[in-house]
């Protein structure tokens, strides 16, 4: 298992490196942030004196070298905006997009899988095409268009629930989190279905898809020869059996809501990476977006080992090696 | 004399074709979904024949007609905004029709583009096989392993503005999708022995593949490009709202309602809701008609 | 009084096809500690009444006539939960596959502890010597590790052992095997008959024995009843129906059976085909290829008492 371990973490590495490059390279080519930072009545000396002091004066491959050297310290250099730290900014505002997506991600699976159990169970029933025919709308619907309409309905129209922005929130060590108010409840649940709706449908589609392909299984029918009630044979034998496809979906789809953020964050208004990226991107801010990505990168490699690991646990079959599981 | 006797003629054996568009018809959410899917379609493509106006014309915008509701007149009272105006005095059903075809421009072209150049680097993987295929398949493999909309807005960040720029940027994201579908059904076909009859004929590498190979390998790409175009058009929509997609001269269904966003708060809620509604209903349309055709060709179901 | 007692049951099901009558008309009888034999080949139907007596068929079929008396209740028509108390508790039932038996995901403890616990309150670590018990009665050797390990992770044969273990944790009156020994080798098989013979004499647990193997059957039961196209054609005292069969398709079987007498010489066949159950021949289902069949085999021939004890659904037999 260690093994396994070292080895895809040795990947990881290797992806953000390459990663970096690539972003570098490409942020470098075009643009010049200079001319975002300096103000419009700047002198060529002026500019000339800023590019140095963030040593955009350099040729590329000394600065990538440079940079590389840095990262490898963690220091991502500073922002050209702000002058701050890029990853400290990131880390600043992590916890608020993490918050974000654990509770949308939350939301959609005991949403999810209950009903998809039951449109499994029951292929033919009216209410079963109605999911069904409910998670093809989740997913379809452009998500920053159900966040625009869910402010719409319910900041605009009934006015019960804010329209942007964070709320208050409550401390757990060091941490701010959202969920620990009542006040941060009601800021967090727009944004949350929004992210939720979709995500909901495509495990309500996986889930039903797996517990037909389990129900007719001979282990279903020995447990109920066994005399074991419904509700325990769902619980425990139905539900172990389904866990692998929900999981790998569960876990692309997580990464798939930290990334994508960008967007409810922006309807929102709410303080996460997410638009900070979103911001970067378009002023050029190039240390930011790079040490973004590595975050990502990251974030991303370790999702995938988590998700590998849980298979192993899920279904004893599954033996973890040094390739691919 | 001997009396022939006519055997009525067979009905002709159902091709393909037919047995799928039958199999089609059979569900009704399927055929509305190609109802929606049509209707964008025709209000795309005849969209500067049957707007009421052309909203990018300045000249014949009126600035006392902005923000009207639904159902009004203008102030010449020569005709009816069906949907309101958008803060330019824009009519809006007139710019959802031509945002409508901006939309399906994009969308479809893009998957088109990533559709061929996918499906040729995953038959290419899959026939050279090898360190070619692994090399494509490890360069597959990043690409995908990235979400769609950060690569997506990092590139339109470095190219810019511009109707190709996005679609240049869609078909980079998308192409490894169909790359790895298109191997995977070309490895497949390879193993069947119609191939290797075809080799014992020694014809050409580039007959056997696209004569041969390709037409095979086609049912399951076709499934992927009908749910990638709803992705694409979602998407870009997205990029347009985030402001970093099509410029506002050509504005698509997502940037009309990124224009409405400011309004929403203050009750003019139809400048975003109607182009999202025409926006919902097109990849709704889609999906549905690439959810039954997924059904219909999935191999199992095979009869 | 007999532990099952099943009269005329006829389990249909309704497919878009048509209406299969997979039993039609089926009469058993088992008593206390009687090992039965059900004989018959794939489609005849022989599973399906045993899914019938402890009540799993599901939509689209449907038990639509007969009786099923367990010791005088009559379960047909039974509403669900009583049903599912007597499941696993009073009637318990093995299938064919042992490797899709048993959960793949779940421990082999927790497979047979929630067998304990759905029909009583005991605590868990009475459950699992009760589990540890019934595994070692069945010849499982350091049951213990058995126990704390997964499905895949034991031997064919072991895994059916673990199966027939469950299915007498509750000590049932009446034990209901689906071909439990088809999917294992030759020598297992003879084992875990053996096994099970003595476990039945010893515990009292009647037992139907469902195979389409004749062979393994005649050194097993105490009763043999053969079905053919969802009905009953023979059934007596295995010495009665094996060495001297009344019907035309139990001869036949039997016929085909190779033995060291009819070493070189052809293998002997029943002509024909089995009917499909959607579309059967009227009468006596085995007429189109039957050597004795006569007009009168186009009226379905009644259940008759027969020669040795036996009965026979033959006119000519």
Redesign the interface.
Known sequence: MSAFIIRRLLQAVL?MT?MSGL?FI??Y???DPVSMMASAEATEQDRAEIRASFGLDKPLWQQYGIFMSHALRLDFGKSFLTGQSAMGLILERMPATLELALVSMGLAVLVGIPLGIWAGLRPQAYSTRGIM?GS??G???????VG??L??VF??QFGWLP?SGRGATGHIGALDLSVLTLDGWSHLLLPAVTIALAKAALIIRVTRAATREALPMDYIKFARAKGLRWSRILRVHLLKNIMVPIVTVGGLEF??VV??A??TE??FAWPGMGKL??DS??T?DRPV?VAY?IL??FF?VML?LVVDVLYSVLDPRVRLQGAKA | MTAEVLLPPLPPPETPWRRLRREFMADR?AVFGLALLVLALLAAVFAPWISPQNPYDIGKLDIFDSKLPPGSRDAADTMTYWLGTDGQARDLLSAILHGMRTSLLVGGVSVAAALAIGSAVGLAAAWFGGWIDALLMRIVD?QL???A??VA???L????KGVDKVILALVIVQWAYFARAARGAALVERAKEYIEAAQCLSLGWPRLLFRHMLPNCLPPLIVIATIDL?HAI?LE??LS????GVPVTEPSL?ML?ANG?EF??S?N?WI??FP?IA??LA??G???VG?HLRDILNPRNAH | MAVLDVQGLQTHFFTHGGVVKAVDGVDLRVEAGEILGLVGESGSGKSITGFSVIGLIDPPGRIVGGHIRYLGEDLVGAPERRLQALRGKEIAMIFQDPMMTLNPVLRVDTQMVEAIHAHEKVTAKAALARARDALAMVGIPSPDERLRAYPHQLSGGMRQRVAIAIGLLNHPRLLIADEPTTALDVTIQAQILHEVQKLCRETGTAMIWITHDLAVVSGLADRIAVMYAGRIVESGATAAVIGSPSHPYTLGLIDSIPTRATHGTLLRQIPGMTPSLLNLPPGCAFRPRCGRASDECLMVPQAAPGPAGKVVRCWNS
Request: glycine residues 10%; proline residues 2%; negative net charge.
């Open positions: 992806v390459v972003v490409g942020l080519v075009v643009g025919a093809v709308l997913f379809s619907l452009p998500n920053f268009w625009l309409m402010i719409m900041a605009v329209a990464g798939q990334a994508f960008v967007v922006t309807i990226l979103l991107i378009i050029l977006v990505l990502i990168v991303l995938n | 959410l990043i392993s990235f979400p909309i950060l807005l990092i590139l960040a470095i190219l810019g709803a979602a929509s997205t709202f985030l402001g970093v997502g309602i966003y929403l708060l009750g809620y975003s809701f999202g926006l919902a990849i709704v889609i999906n549905l959810d």
